[in-house]
């Protein structure tokens, strides 16, 4: 069933369509969350208040509105809210940036997704994976926004302004900021992890 058919059978009443949207989207919020966060013990409380959201709006929501957007709106506050009250810091010395071609932003990203494993494919891909989460958990909260939203939530310019309420120009601009940014974070963590 439909988001809209399952939020007007709950604002009816029916406690059963509540726990088929918490199935719906589950998986796709845990996952934004742990990007997000970048720190598991945060994720459930945070996918509760969530929840708790959800439930509470049961009476509020406009049915004229899509879902999907406005959850990931809430995932996105809720989380800054959880980073603001661990007073987590942002902030990273970069130093000099490396220009490399070897590596793209998609490249890298693109390792995340590959369906052709063997073992010592799995390991490079877990390696490749654990570096691209922890130079994302080092953006600025802003940009690693953006870029989890675009990037692996597949979401358009156009749904990430409305979910964020900023110009689709402002999503644009801050999409390209994050990418060079990501790339920059990169090529320096792979020079690190040469010379070390």
């Avoid at 959850?71 to 940036?97: C, E, H, P, W, Y």
Wanted: contains cysteine; aromatic residues 10%; negative net charge.
């Amino acid at each position: 069933m439909s988001d809209m058919g399952l939020m007007k059978r709950y604002a009816a009443g029916e406690e059963d369509a509540f726990q088929d949207l918490v199935k719906q989207y589950k998986g796709s919020l845990y996952t934004f969350l742990r990007r997000f966060l970048n720190q598991s013990d945060m994720v459930d409380d945070v996918f509760q208040e969530i929840l708790m959201q959800l439930y509470v709006s049961r009476d509020s929501f406009d049915l004229s509105r899509p879902l999907r957007p406005w959850l990931f709106t809430i995932a996105a506050n809720k989380a800054k809210d959880a980073l603001r009250r661990r007073q987590r810091v942002d902030s990273v010395n970069l130093g000099s940036m490396f220009d490399s071609e070897e590596h793209s932003i998609d490249d890298v990203l693109n390792t995340l997704d590959s369906d052709t494993r063997v073992p010592y494919d799995e390991l490079v891909e877990d390696e490749t994976a654990t570096s691209v989460k922890r130079v994302i958990s080092r953006m600025p909260a802003k940009l690693r926004e953006i870029l989890i939203l675009a990037y692996f939530h597949k979401l358009s310019y156009a749904e990430i302004a409305g979910m964020l309420r900023i110009p689709v120009g402002t999503v644009k601009s801050r999409l390209h900021t994050a990418v060079d940014r990501f790339a920059e974070d990169w090529n320096t963590s792979m020079l690190c992890e040469a010379a070390g």
